[in-house]
């Protein structure tokens, strides 16, 4: 049992976070090979690297997977992109879809799962 | 992690996402909607108290404890490689409402899940939509020991505007929870189309 503030050094923000949102996509930058050989990083570090490598994917499913509190996950995240080895995709506003297609193609993806 | 390693030059594809909340009382069936479509995961959130909770949580003396942990339920819904839309189950208690400010922002639209047995435990979830104009339909789970109540019934109990949606629905089943959804995307549609014409005319 570690206090889940431990592995961001006490941390509970980051400059670049800006209250990252929940469903703020996280994409591993492709120069990006090996993390594990970055000494500064914490292994869960690691592991965001790995699991965004192939999957792309949200702040809340990280947190899921990695069994950590979402603001964990947004300091460690906002590390990496310092490290310009991720990059975070802002999800688009509702107001700035509405315009557009998704939506419907929302309504026919749901219709058909 | 060699298998499976996208090629170089190959990058990955980013989704556009998307959220759409269910929310209401505590034991309406929040859970079970979220798990009838998508796979359910839990979610911690840590809450700083300092910030979050100054006027609930008194930590004079043991300033030690600085966080609160808040569970919620989110699933995944992959629509498309490209599309993915997300659930996030609202935490229950009242005094966990500080959440749902960092929930509502750039949600789609959300659900309030009724239980007619007890109306009531949902008024604060309607009131939180109208208020921050969210768009947001009715989902009035029909648990089978509840009476049937018509949805018009239900609109004026609830006193809600004639133009939000109330959708009879039962939070197991996969095929009712997909209407409730396509009814929120609906209504978000429309309520955006309603509010690009107030501001042009």
């Known amino acids: ?113 | 992690m060699i298998l499976g390693r996208t090629e170089r030059g190959k990058p990955p594809v980013e989704p556009v996402t998307l959220k759409i909340l269910v929310a209401g009382g505590f034991g309406v069936g929040k859970t079970t909607c979220v798990g009838a479509v998508s796979e359910i995961k839990p979610l911690r959130t840590e809450e700083v108290l300092t910030e979050a909770g100054r006027p609930f949580d008194d930590t004079s003396g043991v300033e030690s404890k600085s966080t609160t942990t808040v569970a919620m339920d989110f699933g995944r819904i992959t629509l498309r490689e490209d599309l993915v839309l997300y659930l996030f189950g609202t935490p229950g208690q009242d005094r966990f409402w500080f959440l749902w400010d960092e929930l509502a922002t750039g949600a789609l639209g959300a659900v309030v899940l009724a239980d007619t047995r007890r109306l009531e435990d949902c008024f604060a979830a309607v009131d939180y939509f109208e208020r921050r104009s969210i768009p947001f339909v009715i989902g009035v789970n029909c648990f089978e020991d509840a009476a049937r109540y018509p949805p018009e019934t239900v609109r004026r109990a609830l006193d809600l505007d004639p133009d939000v949606p109330v959708v009879l629905c039962d939070a197991r089943q996969r095929e009712s929870v997909k209407e409730v959804l396509v009814a929120v995307v609906r209504h978000a549609m429309a309520y955006a189309a309603e509010h690009r014409q107030a501001v042009t005319t």
């Open chain 1, 1 to 113: 049992m570690v206090r889940p503030y431990a592995m961001t050094r006490g941390r509970t923000s980051h400059a670049v976070q800006h209250r990252l949102d929940l469903i703020a996509v996280v994409v591993t930058e492709p120069h990006v090979d090996d993390p594990e050989e970055d000494h500064a990083l914490a292994p869960e570090h690691v592991r965001i690297v790995e699991l965004c490598r192939d999957t792309p994917q949200s702040v809340a499913e990280l947190g899921a997977e990695l069994d950590l509190p979402v603001g964990v996950v947004r300091v460690l995240v906002g590390d990496l992109v310092d490290e310009e080895m991720v990059h975070v995709t802002r999800p688009v506003p509702p107001a700035e879809l509405v315009d557009e297609s998704i939506l419907r193609d929302v309504i026919n993806g749901l219709r058909a799962l």
